[in-house]
């Protein structure tokens, strides 16, 4: 059985303009120790989807489908159920690590923080703990006496990183741990994520835009756009073969070291996404799509299988592989 | 801030955090000692507490009753009477030191009342929405259109006449004011993404609320205390200027609605209206210096690091 198991999933949020559909019927299954990497531009989604993990949405969501955590319902489970489960199960490191922590707390109070809401334990149990938790994301045990302003943003992101391990989860989702960090600081916080995760066995779902980041990080890959899982497959081979015009337009922005065509010509993608509440009639991509047919503007096609562990939303895969292909 | 400290003997937990607290609150006073307005309030508001109790060690009720006063009525300031007598004969410094125990005692009282209502009443409000919101901010509404005064006077001559009563009518007409401030504070707080970390992390509402909330809004609520014990003190002497505090009770309000009613303001009797009016305006002060400090202090975002 998974670890994680989405059906179907739908999420509503209402607007002045109509209801906007931010998550549209996404499938998707993590097995335990597994790394999935989750692509896609702002606004298709991803960010939406790791928060109704937890439940988290802003009030007004309104959520269909199910969650399964390890064969439980998180959707439909009691307040004080899921209360344990948010962070002792699963756990975020979210966007921002500025804003994620409080700036008038201590670092070491906050990384302890989750143990004491989940544990019952006297208050100054955690500080062996913390110093250990700190020490395992590469800062000093003493960082534990600062405050959020005196670190940089790696630091401060390490920081997270350890909050995220304090209560031994078994799935991590980090939503775009690296955005606002430089590249030399990013290349360190995505190793130290997957060394601590693969040492651990814990699971751990990667939110970014930038496919080549996922592509070194993850097992497997998910492509979204407006809402949808357009691709999903072995995370190489979705970056070095896409089958989704648009994750070929992702994977193209990128260019390649070694490879002199790519870098000579990186490619953009015309067009801005979708708006969510005014989705195109069809194929939501088929606006952008370089290569749409005259049956993308009536049907939106569903994920068909493309190959071993492939999975891919367009008329060109049905068309061109029947069964198994390109893989 | 030696690194070193922790992995030698394990000293037990109640032992760590007895030294954190007392090297905190060493760190605390460096800090304090950096800021000079703030030296200055808190040296006024010492001295005038010290005076404040030990007043009954060298005052005693002979100089302070009208009927055995050591001088004759408003007598200009002289040697024996350094800043004169008032309309009973007893000596201004006499009177003026027993009406800070008063204006002391009524003006933190009342705050410490109208800060814990106004505070809890703004994070519970801005905590829960909904409707405990609404009903909340309604109430505080209610209050906040009240006139203040009015409603003190009313309080303060319906219920028993005495101390108590005044920090009562101050204490519950003082803290709509904070409460939608703090209230604010806290919106403001809630929208930030460390609480919605805080809810990731399963925290419930208390949690979130003391350990997240109060730390943020506790600079507001503190320059905030400052102002309102400033307010408390002119609201208590008010109320005694009035005649709806006890009026055998020496306090500086009582001082000045004396000398109101024997005609001392019309006679430029300067001697008998300055003091108590000057010790106010000290006081006031004093507390918003230190309260000034104190916000930056306590403000990590405003002092600097370690």
């Known amino acids: ?327 | 801030m030696s690194a070193a400290q922790a992995p030698a003997a394990i000293p037990s937990p109640r032992r760590i955090t007895w030294t954190r607290r007392t090297r905190s609150l060493a760190r605390f006073g460096r800090e304090y000692a950096r800021h000079r307005a703030g030296m200055w309030g808190l040296a006024v508001l010492l001295v005038s507490i010290a005076l404040a109790l030990a007043a009954p060690l060298f005052i005693s009720a002979r100089d302070l009753s009208a009927v055995t006063a050591p001088g004759s009525p408003r007598q200009a300031p002289s040697l024996h009477f350094p800043l004169g007598t008032d309309a009973y004969g007893r000596s201004m410094v006499a009177v003026t030191i027993w009406g800070a125990r008063i204006s002391l005692l009524v003006g933190l009282a009342a705050t410490v009342m109208s800060m814990v209502i106004g505070s809890l009443v703004g994070l519970l409000a801005g905590h829960f929405r909904a409707w405990v919101a609404t009903v909340l901010m309604r109430v505080t509404d209610w209050f906040l259109v009240l006139p203040t005064l009015v409603l003190a006077a009313a309080l303060a001559s319906v219920l028993h006449r005495g101390v108590g009563t005044v920090i009562i009518a101050i204490g519950v007409t003082a803290w709509p004011g904070t409460a939608r401030l703090v209230r604010a504070q806290t919106l403001t707080v809630e929208a930030r993404p460390y609480i919605e970390r805080a809810r990731a992390l399963g925290a419930g509402d208390w949690h979130i609320i003391r350990r997240h909330v109060l730390p943020n809004v506790m600079p507001v609520i503190l320059a905030q205390t400052t102002l309102t014990v400033s307010a408390a003190v002119l609201a208590e002497a008010t109320l005694a200027f009035l005649g709806l505090s006890d009026p055998t009770r020496v306090s500086w309000g009582t001082t000045l609605q004396l000398a109101q009613q024997v005609g001392a303001v019309s006679a430029g009797d300067w001697w008998i209206l300055l003091p108590p009016g000057l010790a106010i305006v000290l006081i006031a002060l004093a507390f918003t210096l230190c309260g000034r400090s104190l916000e930056a202090i306590f403000n990590p975002r405003l002092a600097a690091g370690p």
Not at chain 1, 75 to 84: D, E, I, S
Not at chain 1, 211 to 233: F, P, Q
Not at chain 1, 238 to 267: E, K, M, W
Request: hydrophobic share 40%.
């Open chain 1, 1 to 327: 059985m998974s670890l994680l198991e989405i059906t179907d999933l739908t999420v509503t949020y209402p607007s002045a303009s109509g209801p906007v559909l931010a998550v549209r019927g996404v499938d998707l299954a993590m097995d335990e120790g597994e790394k999935l990497g989750l692509a896609g531009e702002s606004g298709c989604g991803k960010s939406t989807l790791a928060l109704s993990l937890l439940r988290l949405l802003p009030r007004g969501a309104r959520v269909a489908g199910t969650i399964r955590f390890d064969g439980e319902d998180i959707l439909t489970m009691g307040w004080g159920r899921l209360r344990a489960v948010r962070w002792a199960a699963a756990s975020i490191v979210f966007q921002g690590a500025m804003h994620a922590l409080n700036p008038v707390r201590s670092v070491g109070d906050q990384v302890a923080e989750p143990i004491l809401v989940h544990e019952k334990v006297p208050k100054a149990a955690p500080r062996r703990k913390v110093a250990e938790l700190l020490e395992q994301v590469g800062l000093a045990p003493s960082t534990a006496r600062a405050y959020p302003h005196q670190l940089s943003g790696g630091q401060r992101q390490r920081v997270m990183i350890a909050m995220a391990l304090a209560c031994s989860p078994r799935l991590i989702v980090a939503d775009e741990p690296t955005s606002a960090l430089d590249v030399m600081i990013q290349a360190q916080i995505l190793r130290l994520v997957d060394r601590l995760v693969t040492d651990r066995g814990i699971s751990l779902l990667l939110i970014s835009h930038d496919l080549s980041v996922l592509t070194s990080a993850c097992d497997r890959l998910a492509v979204m756009y407006a809402g949808r899982i357009v691709e999903e497959g072995p995370a190489g081979q979705v970056f070095s073969d896409p089958l989704h015009p648009y994750s070929s337009a992702l994977a193209a922005a990128y260019p390649r070291i070694g490879d002199a065509t790519a870098r000579r010509n990186p490619q953009g993608l015309p067009g801005d996404p979708p708006d969510p509440s005014h989705l195109p009639e069809g194929c939501s991509f088929q606006p952008r799509c370089p290569v749409a047919l005259g049956e993308c503007v009536r049907t939106d096609p569903p994920l068909w299988p493309a190959g071993p562990a492939r999975r891919a939303a367009c008329v060109h895969v049905r068309d061109s592989c029947p069964g198994a292909a390109h893989g």
